[in-house]
């Protein structure tokens, strides 16, 4: 048996909201350089869009999301794949627990500066948009595929990043592509161990214009060799013990990078829904924002009374770059 790791990200570009990184983590027969979890998961699911109840798009979070679409897509595939996992989250608190019941690491902001934000003080319930039934019915689907394939789904880990500690990341590594890579790296250590034997594939969507990762990896590492096989624009490879890992363009093309997308995406809109609905019952008629650069701006003057009335600092509120 192998490991097929796959890796991405939501929310790296936003001033508002947190930033979501999560891996997907399957064991499949023989090596995962070969093993097609598309045709494996074929009966369930597909890179398609569907109106069929029975089967899940997976692909890129841009291809299966959309405001006037609605969350339907993204919560069928992320709650039914988690419920393989026997993860039945009825809250959104309860849903990032699931997925990371530790989120800060040590070297982040200490405990007693970090604020937990406000309208995170209000829940939300689950399933928002698919019956709890249906989704059974679908992780019963996924679970048959696996036992005729041989694949099975063993973790789904993410991380949540909200604006305070993002700011300290990226104050530490004085770069926000670095504090990027450092957040996704330190996640694939916490669900991959470089001295297992079993071969494993990890495959990660590139981080923006880096073309080298060894220097990255070697941090994360305990003085495990790195072989560099190729570094390039499309795609970057390296070999640590059996593990071959690929930062590549476009990498949502694979199975668990797709998975791992949409769970970003919906972690995300989900957060940004509570986020919304805090600001607006304190400021009457405000209109809603999915925290881009230019809404942000216009969103952060129009709630500016209201925050300092409030006593949220900029720090809490507020993703520096």
Same mark, same amino acid.
């Given at each position: 048996m192998g490991l097929l790791i796959g890796m991405d990200e939501a929310g790296y570009g936003p001033n508002l909201g947190p930033l979501v990184v999560t891996v997907t983590v399957w064991e499949v027969p023989g090596s995962p350089r070969e093993f097609d979890l598309w045709s494996a998961m074929a009966d369930i699911a597909s890179p398609a869009a569907t109106k069929d109840p029975r089967r899940l798009q997976i692909a890129d979070s841009k291809q299966v999301y959309s405001p006037g679409q609605g969350l339907v897509a993204l919560e069928k595939a992320v709650l039914s794949a988690l419920q393989m996992l026997d993860h039945r989250p009825r809250t959104l608190s309860q849903l990032c627990r699931a997925l990371n019941p530790e989120p800060f690491t040590a070297e982040e902001t200490p405990p007693n500066n970090r604020q937990q934000p406000a309208w995170l003080e209000s829940d939300l319930p689950l399933p928002t948009e698919v019956e709890a039934s249906r989704i059974a019915d679908l992780a019963t689907k996924w679970l048959e595929c696996g036992r005729q394939s041989g694949?099975?789904?063993?973790?789904?880990?993410?991380?949540?990043?909200?604006?305070?500690?993002?700011?300290?990341?990226?104050?530490?590594?004085?770069?926000?592509?670095?504090?990027?890579?450092r957040i996704s790296l330190g996640l694939l250590r916490s669900v991959?161990?470089?001295?297992?034997?079993?071969?494993?594939?990890?495959?990660?969507?590139?981080?923006?214009?880096?073309?080298?990762?060894?220097?990255?990896?070697?941090?994360?590492?305990?003085?495990?060799?790195?072989?560099?096989?190729?570094?390039?624009r499309e795609r970057s490879v390296y070999r640590i013990g059996s593990t =071959?890992?690929?930062?590549?363009? /476009?990498?949502? %093309?694979?199975? $668990? @990078?797709?998975? &791992?997308?949409?769970?970003?995406?919906?972690?995300?809109?989900?957060?940004?829904?509570?986020?919304?609905?805090?600001?607006? =019952?304190?400021?009457?008629?405000? /209109?809603?924002? %999915?925290?881009? $650069? @230019?809404?942000? &701006?216009r969103f952060r003057t129009d709630i500016a009374e209201a925050q300092q009335r409030l006593g949220i600092t900029d720090d809490v509120l507020w993703r520096e770059r």
């Open positions: 694949a099975t789904l063993k973790a789904i880990r993410s991380e949540i990043v909200h604006p305070q500690r993002f700011n300290a990341l990226v104050r530490a590594c004085d770069n926000k592509a670095l504090a990027l890579s991959w161990n470089p001295d297992a034997e079993p071969p494993t594939l990890v495959i990660c969507d590139k981080h923006g214009g880096r073309n080298r990762y060894d220097d990255l990896l070697a941090e994360v590492l305990d003085g495990q060799m790195i072989f560099s096989v190729g570094e390039g =071959e890992i690929r930062f590549q363009m /476009k990498a949502e %093309a694979n199975f $668990p @990078v797709a998975l &791992a997308s949409l769970v970003c995406k919906y972690v995300r809109e989900l957060s940004m829904h509570v986020f919304n609905q805090f600001w607006a =019952e304190h400021v009457p008629g405000l /209109k809603p924002t %999915a925290g881009y $650069p @230019v809404d942000a &701006a």
